[in-house]
């Protein structure tokens, strides 16, 4: 069976290249970057590479970025170790964070978990378009706040929120700024500069990078504690052994996804138009969730009223192809999503929503293949869902004169 896989914002397929450049770390270079010898020196080098691919990637300076296992971790990272910076003796009461309702679980449960412990949370609320708004991030800081985090892109709805005037506010203000842009980076452009950001966490494996290595931007001067205790590794942001292969394998990545940026935005934006305005023409009661001009260029969040989301994937699946009912994290959950719910849908509404996130690999002809079959896919879901039957009744009655 053909199969389509239109999941990339859960994870992506390693490229080639960066199977190629990470292969030799596993055989002859196997050395540790902390030994003096020319075993240990060649993984050094081939660490500060890395750190220069990414680095580039996001217009930073290679010593500010510190490489980690990922976007959880540099996520964790920024809220402890801002927090913790700030109140060294422990006592982490009487500080303040700034989180939206969107975030992805790994800035939303670490900020419950400060919260736990004292530190007072403000969750700031997006609008049906899925956009934080400036004006509230701003009413919201008070004296006591340490921390402001807002995600770049948000995984579900692929809508992009207004960091540089979030960035000014918190500049304005003298409050750090971190960034959660794992769904963002090596898909749009994204300048630490620009953004105004002080703290930015990415993750390799959402572009064509291995899993299990991610990296987190840290302006310099910032004060930020580590998450982990241990050795000097990585400038001491980030003690352990590093993860050499997978350092390599994310700076791989991040220099394929710079030099084709502008190029893959428009060809798959220009697939993901296809696909979600054919959706939208020719099935009844389906919508798009969430703002549809700041947006990923390969993301989209359809609505299939009556359709059981669950069901969708499942059937989809049967027949090759792969997509999601929102973050992959909480797949088979049976709560709908937070993000879908702050935005203002009701249960049944989250619940027949589907995420559509293509990806390098994506051709114009699995697009031609997803819609010649999901249309009937919805049509047969819809006749088994005794809600839409009866929606339709209620609608001939209500059209009638
Ligand atoms: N943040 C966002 C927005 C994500 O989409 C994800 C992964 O789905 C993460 C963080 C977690 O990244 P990782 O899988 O590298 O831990």
Redesign the pocket.
């Known amino acids: 069976m053909r199969r389509v896989y239109l999941d990339n914002?859960?994870?992506t397929p390693l490229a080639p290249e960066v199977f190629e450049a990470m292969r030799p770390c596993f055989i002859e270079q196997f050395g540790n970057a902390s030994s003096i010898h020319w075993f240990g020196q060649q993984a050094k080098a081939a660490i500060e590479t890395a750190r220069e691919q990414v680095a580039k990637l996001i217009n930073a300076r290679p010593n500010d970025v510190a490489f980690t296992?990922?976007?959880?971790?540099?996520?964790n990272t920024s809220l402890f170790g801002i927090v913790e910076a700030a109140q060294p003796h422990g006592e982490y009461s009487g500080k303040h964070v700034i989180v939206s309702t969107i975030?992805?679980?790994?800035?939303l449960n670490a900020a419950q978990a400060i919260e736990k412990r004292g530190v007072k949370v403000t969750y700031a609320r997006v609008g049906p378009d899925g956009m934080v708004d400036p004006a509230e991030v701003k009413s919201a800081i008070r004296p006591e706040t340490v921390l402001i985090s807002i995600?770049?892109?948000?995984?579900e709805l692929g809508v992009i929120q207004p960091l540089e005037e979030i960035g000014r506010v918190a500049r304005e203000h003298d409050v750090y700024f971190h960034t959660?842009?794992?769904?963002s980076a090596g898909k749009i452009p994204v300048d630490v500069e620009k953004l105004g950001v002080d703290l930015l966490?990415?993750?390799?494996?959402?572009f064509h990078g291995p899993?299990?290595?991610?990296a987190l931007y840290v302006r310099k001067g910032t004060n930020l504690r580590p998450l982990l205790f241990g050795g000097h590794h990585e400038r001491d942001r980030r003690p352990g052994t590093e993860n050499v292969a997978g350092i390599v394998g994310a700076g791989k990545a991040a220099e394929l996804a710079q030099l084709n940026l502008d190029s893959e935005a428009r060809r798959i934006a220009a697939l993901r138009d296809r696909l979600e305005e054919t959706i939208l023409a020719n099935v009844p009661q389906a919508f798009t969730n969430g703002d549809r001009t700041r947006r990923l260029p390969n993301t989209c969040n359809i609505r299939f009223n009556h359709v059981e989301g669950e069901g969708f994937v499942i059937a989809m699946d049967l027949k090759g192809i792969a997509c999601s009912t929102g973050?992959?994290?909480a797949s088979g959950s049976v709560e709908p999503s937070h993000v879908l719910s702050a935005i203002g849908l009701n249960r049944d509404q989250a619940r027949s929503s589907i995420r559509f996130s293509l990806g390098r690999m994506t051709t114009s002809e699995e697009i031609d293949l997803v819609l010649e079959i999901l249309p009937a896919v919805v049509e047969h879901l819809r006749a088994v869902s005794p809600h839409y039957e009866k929606s339709r009744q209620l609608s001939v009655v209500s059209s009638q004169p």
């Open positions: 914002n859960a994870t296992s990922g976007g959880t971790e540099s996520d975030e992805h679980p790994a800035v995600m770049h892109a948000n995984n959660d842009a794992v769904q966490s990415l993750s390799a494996h959402k899993k299990g290595t991610g973050a992959a994290c």
